[in-house]
């Protein structure tokens, strides 16, 4: 058996103390640098908590939705205004009790007569005509002589008449001793402005016209502005 000295095994021993103090202190130090990614993941909580704001745009664009909500409206607003123009456009016909009628002169060309008749704004106000004004040959006793007029194919347009302005129609037929046709003597021509059911009464003293046979048609044309062409 090898005799060792007390002072060399104490000497080992103090070694290999030393040497496992410094595993555990290598393995505390293990455990530190271990410890480290949890800090850091609890560090990303941070972004979460940025991510969780995130809705505040979602609200802005809720708030957007009644501005385009109020501009779409605009167009409604328009339009109310314009529907009101066009009442009051149509509010503001001439109405029989507000004209005054005439016929004017004849004014004959290529076996044709042509009389211009007359509607004159009479009222205070400012008024519109529009389209054809209606017509009808009348004897002493009221009693129609011959159809009614026929329509000559036109564009109407809206006449606007102050107070004392004139709109007129032409009313055209052949001259009855050329054509042939069969005559009558009117006493009257009764004429009804457009969109009216009363008429006004005009004496008529532009001779015999058509009422039936060969070339009878009597046309108007549409209204125009002034008193004849």
């Not at 030393?18 to 202190?25: E, M, P, Y």
């Not at 211009?116 to 004004?133: D, E, F, I, Q």
């Amino acid at each position: 058996m090898v005799y060792t000295p007390r002072s060399t095994r104490h000497g080992a021993l103090l070694v290999g103390t030393v040497a496992v103090l410094g595993l555990l202190t290598a393995c505390g130090n293990g455990k530190d640098v271990h410890s480290d990614p949890p800090v850091t993941a609890s560090g990303t909580a941070a972004p979460a908590t940025d991510a969780s704001k995130s809705p505040a745009p979602a609200t802005s664009a809720a708030a957007s939705t009644p501005t385009r909500s109020s501009a779409s409206s605009a167009p409604a607003a328009t339009a109310s205004p314009g529907g009101g123009k066009t009442t009051a456009a149509a509010g503001s016909r001439c109405h029989t009790s507000e004209l005054g009628a005439s016929v004017g002169r004849n004014d004959p060309g290529a076996g044709q007569e042509n009389f211009p008749l007359v509607l004159t704004n009479k009222s205070a106000r400012t008024c519109t005509l529009r389209g054809y004004p209606g017509a009808a040959f009348v004897d002493g006793s009221g009693t129609q002589l011959g159809p009614d007029p026929r329509r000559e194919p036109g564009s109407p347009v809206t006449v606007t008449l102050k107070p004392g302005q004139s709109a007129w129609a032409g009313l055209t037929f052949s001259n009855p001793e050329i054509s042939g046709a069969k005559t009558g003597a009117p006493a009257s021509l009764l004429l009804t402005p457009p969109d009216e059911l009363d008429h006004l009464t005009v004496a008529w003293s532009g001779g015999p016209v058509p009422v039936s046979g060969n070339s009878s048609s009597v046309s108007l044309s549409v209204l125009a502005p002034g008193t004849g062409p």
